[in-house]
Structure formats: C-alpha cells, structure tokens
C-alpha cells in the first residue's frame, strides 16, 4: 500500500511504501530541473519520513527515465536569482535541502537513471549512497554558466571522489558516464537500466531487514565526520552504541543466530 504525503506541490512527491519511503523529483518535462517550491519541499518530506518509525529506508529518484535532476530550473532565474537578496535567500533554501537528505537519521540512496547534472550530482552526493544505470550521465557545468560553486558543494564531491577528480568535474565542466563515475568512487553501484528499480528496492529491503539501531548510530556517526573536528559530538555516538548493547533487537540478533534464523528486528 502506498501513501502520500502533502508537499508544497505537485512537482515533488513524497510517497511510503512499506519500510521504503520515497521522494520523486517530478518535472520530467524539463528533466527533473527543480523549482524553488521543490526545494522548500524537501525538508518537508523528510520530516514526515524522520518521524516514521516504519520507514527504515528513503529512496530519491527522478521521474520518468531521462533523468533524477537535471540542475535548478533555470526558467527561474530572471525572478529567483536577480538579486543579491534572491540569491541568498534561494541558497537558503536549497542548503536547507541538502541539509534535510545529509541529516537523516536513516539510510538514503540515490536512485540515478539519466542525466544527474549541476543540483542533481550534489543532491545525489548529499545520499548515503547513489546507485545507478549503466545510461546515467553526471556533471557540474558551472564553469560553461559562469557560477560560483561554494566551498561546502565542493568538500563533499572532494571527500567522495579526491581532489584530483574533483578538479577535472570543475574544469573540464563536461558530462561523465556511469562507468567513469564508478571509477571515480562517486557511485556505489552500476546496473542495467530495466533493472534498475528492481535492484534498489532489493538493496532497500536488504538495509531495512537490519537493526534499525544500528543504522541510525552509524549514520549518527557518519553525520558526525562529515563535519569539522571542532563540531563533532562524540558521546551521541557513543550514547547510541551503548543504546545498541541494551536493546531488545541486540539480544535477538544474538538468539536468531544461535537459531539459525533471520532476526525480527524492532528498533527497540
């Protein structure tokens, strides 16, 4: 059974689908370019996922089979991006996107099929994993709009790819194929296209079969480095390891393996 989850519009879905919850970037007319209202939206689905006990997985995908996000939509600029004032206040709200997919407590991966351009290649970085069709396409081509790309954008794909390859994206501004981006490490894995779906939603499954405690202390954790030394809270990792030892899902795990069982985790 799938749910929906109210968002600012139509553009951007939100849907639950048993343990899986799904967000949709859906502007297929213009190759998933996102809007203003898609961006403020995020946050939003995100929040109702977080909350969620039941979702042990959020999926990010691109509507249709041409793309997951082709960039913002450019069509806004002229009334979005005019002033400096615009341009701040758009940043703000795409940077409290980004924040809402790094900061979830549970697993994200990116589901990449076509082109994941500009917004789309730091949307997908911002997941804890991307998978992605043997057709996918990646790229930042500010250097051929002649925008500025802000330190934060350009730590994360450097903390994913190195800065060797992080400095061909830039420079080179041209478009890599799924193949390339594996070399580079910025996809976990490739697959066919018409398999695509079929893959993730195993590989959801797959994480969402584990101990829901677990996951959330090694995404606090993984949180946590992504951050400078000095912003780093160490004893909320430690907390939630300790949380793991005391858990009722620690002692099943412990008894489904003398059993020879799969466990029947509970996230308490």
């Avoid at 968002?7 to 951007?12: A, G, H, N, W």
């Avoid at 099929?113 to 990646?138: H, L, Q, Y």
């Avoid at 994206?169 to 070399?183: C, P």
């Avoid at 030394?229 to 004893?235: G, N």
């Amino acid at each position: 059974m799938t749910q929906s989850i109210t968002t600012l519009t139509e553009k951007l879905l939100a849907t639950k689908e048993g343990a899986i919850g799904w967000i949709t970037f859906n502007n297929p007319d213009k190759h998933n370019a996102v809007s203003m209202e898609m961006w403020q939206s995020v946050p939003m689905a995100f929040e109702a996922f977080n909350k969620d006990p039941e979702i042990r997985v959020v999926i990010l995908k691109g509507a249709g089979v041409k793309a997951f996000v082709s960039g913002a939509d450019i069509s806004q600029f002229k009334e979005r991006r005019s002033t400096p004032e615009a341009v701040q206040e758009y940043n703000q709200t795409a940077d409290k996107a980004a924040e809402a997919i790094r900061n979830c407590p549970k697993p994200t991966i990116a589901m990449v099929r076509g082109f994941c351009i500009g917004g789309g290649t730091a949307t997908a970085t911002n997941c804890d994993m991307r998978i992605v069709s043997d057709d996918a396409k990646f790229g930042v081509p500010a250097g051929k709009l002649g925008l500025g790309y802000r330190y934060p954008g350009i730590k994360r794909l450097t903390d994913l790819v190195g800065p060797q390859f992080t400095a061909e994206i830039f420079f080179t501004a041209r478009q890599f194929n799924a193949q390339e981006a594996l070399a580079m490490g910025l996809v976990n894995r490739v697959v066919p296209a018409e398999e695509l779906e079929k893959y993730v939603r195993d590989y959801a499954q797959t994480i969402g079969n584990n101990a829901p405690l677990t996951l959330a202390a090694i995404k606090r954790a993984l949180i946590e480095y992504s951050k400078d030394d000095s912003q780093r809270d160490l004893s909320i990792c430690d907390k939630m390891v300790s949380d793991c030892f005391a858990s009722e899902d620690y002692k099943e795990g412990q008894t489904a393996f003398m059993e020879k069982r799969k466990p029947v985790f509970k996230g308490r």
